[in-house]
């Protein structure tokens, strides 16, 4: 994932910009019911081993079909490109191909996050292991070829045998590792590469082997040598505080008049659009202008930072955080959500955040934050996990604070109390290490999700 969010140490006031981008369409529209549906189905009969077949296999088929609609639109756009002048394609048919591109991507990445949510359930929502599983760059288009058909008949000779089940790999974005993930009803797990008779690239293969083995091993011994680093997994006993139900209320209330805003502590501002109730964007653009006033200008005033996000972003895929098909919400407000019905945007005062951090007795030492505008416009186009987000130290003891902590207050709306309630745990745990870092696997994520 690539740095490219825009900063401002000020409040941006192109608010029109910001919403008229917004996702909504008819096409997409078409579609919401289908992914509540999916969601739906997905948590009511995921023990029911023929529908999670059939679920897959329609999936599968939908992620294919859309993909070759976009490889379509982008060939008549290129066709364009070429005979532009010509009056062959106009500009409003290479608009309209430009946003049936956009449209189809957006159904697919909404269409994975519904295999993600069984993914989630299936693993009993162990973060660190999905972490793992996750270890590869996302697939690019998925398309029917000689090796997805044989990964299709392995799939279903693992769904044949009555004590396992089985997720094909290639319509998650977590399972990354092998071809077919497949899961006893013992618990145990198998990582199948399925080797096409007529050779898919033996690199690759050789490749998706070792990483196998190498993740294999370190679930089983719990720590070892992992990409250089000896690497362990801790089980976190925190108990986790989400702001999803002040979320919920602001999206109930923007059921009647098309918007709304909340102020969650003092460090983030949350605006709703609900593009299905909106009559004039005019009057949310007014209207958040206005909404929360004073705490802008403090924030103006104390230049702090504060950076502008939509949740949709997650949508482009990260293994850090969850799939949005498992938020404690109906699959009615999931499926809104997921599809940009609801559009949700964030503000957060990241200045403030620090404060708090500061404030439970530790020293920051170095951070992106602190940089000036002109030396972060030297560190855009660099991968975030290359730069130093938040180095804090107490009593001696330095944490490194991975930039995806700080996705976690927008993504999943984190208290940052439970996030310096990590950095605590590490501390009383880490006194005596004997590695070099660690995956957490928070145990109350089994309360939370559903």
């Not at 069984?118 to 999905?130: D, G, H, P, S």
């Not at 094909?168 to 797990?189: H, Q, V």
């Not at 490749?207 to 997994?233: A, P, W």
Request: net charge neutral; proline share 2%; glycine share 6%.
């Amino acid at each position: 994932m690539k740095f490219s969010h825009k900063i401002s140490p000020k409040r941006r006031q192109k608010f029109r910009e910001e919403f008229i981008r917004g996702i909504w369409n008819p096409k997409i529209n078409n579609w919401r019911d289908i992914i509540e549906d999916l969601i739906c189905i997905s948590r009511k009969r995921l023990n029911n081993k023929f529908i999670l077949f059939r679920l897959q296999m329609n999936i599968l088929t939908d992620i294919i079909q859309n993909t070759q609609a976009i490889d379509a639109y982008k060939q008549k756009l290129d066709d364009f490109s070429k005979q532009e002048g010509k009056g062959l394609i106009s500009k409003e048919d290479a608009k309209f191909f430009e946003s049936e591109i956009m449209a189809n991507n957006i159904i697919n990445r909404a269409l994975k996050e519904v295999v993600d949510g069984i993914v989630w359930r299936l693993f009993n929502y162990n973060r660190a292991f999905l972490y793992l599983l996750a270890d590869k760059e996302p697939m690019g288009p998925i398309r029917m070829d000689k090796g997805m058909i044989e990964s299709l008949y392995e799939l279903a000779d693992i769904f044949l045998d009555p004590e396992n089940i089985a997720m094909l790999n290639d319509i998650s974005n977590f399972l990354r590792i092998g071809d077919i993930t497949k899961i006893g009803s013992d618990g145990n797990i198998e990582l199948i590469e399925v080797k096409s008779s007529g050779g898919r690239g033996g690199r690759r293969i050789q490749r998706q082997k070792q990483k196998m083995s190498e993740l294999v091993e370190f679930i089983n011994t719990g720590i070892r040598e992992y990409d250089g680093r000896k690497l362990t997994i801790y089980d976190s006993n925190i108990t986790q505080v989400h702001y999803f139900q002040n979320l919920l209320d602001a999206l109930n209330r923007s059921q009647n008049k098309g918007y709304d805003s909340i102020l969650i502590g003092d460090h983030l501002i949350l605006e709703i659009v609900n593009y299905h109730k909106i009559d004039d964007i005019n009057n949310a653009i007014e209207y958040f202008k206005k909404r929360h006033e004073s705490t802008k200008e403090r924030w103006d005033k104390n230049d702090d930072k504060v950076f502008t996000f939509f949740l949709s972003d997650k949508m482009e895929y990260s293994r850090n955080f969850i799939p949005y098909s498992i938020l404690p919400y109906d699959s009615n407000m999931c499926a809104d959500i997921i599809t940009g019905k609801m559009m949700i945007r964030s503000l957060i005062n990241i200045s403030e955040i620090m404060r708090k951090i500061q404030k439970s007795g530790w020293q920051i030492i170095d951070s992106f934050f602190l940089k000036t505008e002109e030396e972060i416009k030297k560190l855009e186009g660099q991968d975030v996990k290359d730069l130093t987000m938040l180095k804090i130290r107490k009593s001696g003891y330095n944490i490194n604070i991975p930039h995806h902590y700080f996705g976690k207050l927008v993504y999943e709306l984190w208290s940052p109390k439970s996030m310096i309630e990590v950095f605590e745990e590490g501390y009383n745990r880490d006194q005596h290490k004997d590695y070099d870092a660690y995956l957490l696997n928070f145990l109350d994520d089994q309360r939370i999700w559903k």
